[in-house]
T-cell receptor, first 117, second 112 residues
């Protein structure tokens, strides 16, 4: 089975520009999660989708970040306008179960490394 | 709130050396504990987990024991290989929830 795919793998943009990250989950996985790792720090939860609905967006840093999952398939995370502190690696994950301790757990993508200059 | 603390890296070892990466946690209740690994250019992969006190998770020669008395889940391997070079993340999760709390990650570099 294909894994979780993220596009692009790297993105370098200037401060004030807009960037859109994309995540394609494993087919049939209703649950989709976004996490972020700012350089040298811990990986932090951003939000959770169940199908097309946002279940928890408590980790979204501010209103410059907008996540969507139209049709309950792939998801996008848009940053507009980007700031220097948004630089980091953005991970997407998907799962069949709602919980992270299920047999299949999460499957993570390889991440998008975003650099804002 | 819950948190996970890992030893700072990078850790550089020679092949066949013994590895320990320390991880301690602060959490309410009885979380499940995990080690994830990220190899270069790849996504995070579950390496091992333990769901209750004194459980030992193991995989690919790696082991970690859930120690409630010391709130620790240290990762060990008796003989590392060059192919073990990666970033290792300790994490916790409460049963019935979907949100992971991760540590900062520890980069391991194994030299031939």
């Amino acid at each position: 089975e294909a894994g979780v795919t993220q596009f692009p793998s790297h993105s370098v943009i200037e401060k004030g520009q807009t960037v859109t990250l994309r995540c394609d989950p494993i087919s049939g996985h209703d649950n989709l999660y976004w996490y972020r790792r700012v350089m040298g720090k811990e990986i932090k939860f951003l939000l959770h989708f169940v199908k097309e609905s946002k279940q928890d967006e408590s980790g979204m840093p501010n209103n410059r970040f907008l996540a969507e999952r139209t049709g309950g398939t792939y998801s996008t995370l848009k940053v507009q306008p980007a700031e220097l502190e948004d630089s980091g690696v953005y991970f997407c994950a998907s799962s069949q179960e709602r919980t992270g301790t299920g047999l299949s757990g999460y499957t993570f993508g390889s991440g998008t490394r975003l650099t804002v200059v | 709130g819950d948190s996970v603390t890992q030893m700072e890296g990078p850790v550089t070892l020679s092949e066949e050396a013994f590895l320990t990466i320390n991880c301690t946690y602060t959490a309410t209740g009885y979380p499940s504990l995990f080690w994830y690994v990220q190899y270069p250019g790849e996504g995070l992969q579950l390496l091992l987990k333990a769901t209750k006190a004194d459980d030992k998770g193991s995989n690919k020669g790696f082991e970690a024991t859930y120690r409630k008395e010391t709130t620790s889940f240290h990762l060990e391997k008796g003989s590392v290989q060059v192919s073990d070079s990666a970033v290792y993340f300790c994490a916790l999760n409460h049963a019935g929830t979907y949100k992971y709390i991760f540590g900062t990650g520890t980069r391991l570099k194994v030299l031939a």
